[in-house]
């Protein structure tokens, strides 16, 4: 049966790839987001991971804004993109990952190196003029993954491009549970996991759900970076329920 999936994984990778081939340079960007949306839940769908989208936003959604979101797994960014797709800003090595590296590039992923400064700076100022398109840009400050039940600190770094684009934070959650509503640990990449370790382990894991909370936008008018940072923060967890030790 293992095996019978990985295939199906690799025939929609393929497919994927074939889409962003022939489809893409020809597709508008509204069409090119139908796509990326059809296409991730469909990924979604043979790794029998349902989304349930929440939104406990009150009202307070902007237009334009960048998107944050705790990070749990390589899965958070197809689950963001059944209801947004986005521009996301990813860790440089997951352009080497095979296919999937490929893919995001071509779904508009911006890779970033870590401990380049230089770099840092050049993936700003783009980001910056992408917001101010009215581009869907989304990163995960925490810079990694981590274990459901925690959320690591926030960079503050990226936070002052929605700053200088005049433009909110607009926070989501994301959270993988099972039948009886607790953390599905199957979602878990952390340490030393790869990519293949963490497919077979979702792929023979018992069905989950990927629920997604949109929160309240947060304003950056006048606002300092950090500060932007920790109310993003604060308001992951306090949806999470992860108090402020963990």
Known sequence: MIVWHFFRIFIHLMAG?????????????????????RWSQQLLAICTVDVAFQDASEGVVAKTALIV???VSW??????NTLHPCHFVAKADIRSWPLVGWLCEQAGTIFLARGKQREVRRIYEGLVHQIQAGKRIAFFPEGTTAAQGTVLPFHANLFEAAIEAKVPVQPFVIRYIDASGQFHTAADFIGEMTFVDSLRVILTAPRMTAELIRLPAISTEGAHRRDVA?????????????????
């Open 230 to 246: 920790q109310q993003a923060r604060s308001a992951v967890m306090q949806a999470l329920g992860v108090s402020a030790e963990t």
């Open 69 to 71: 979101s705790n990070h």
């Open 17 to 37: 790839m074939l889409t962003c081939a022939c489809q893409f340079p020809f597709s508008s960007p509204e069409r090119r987001e139908r796509l990326i949306r």
């Open 75 to 80: 899965l958070d960014i197809f689950v963001i």
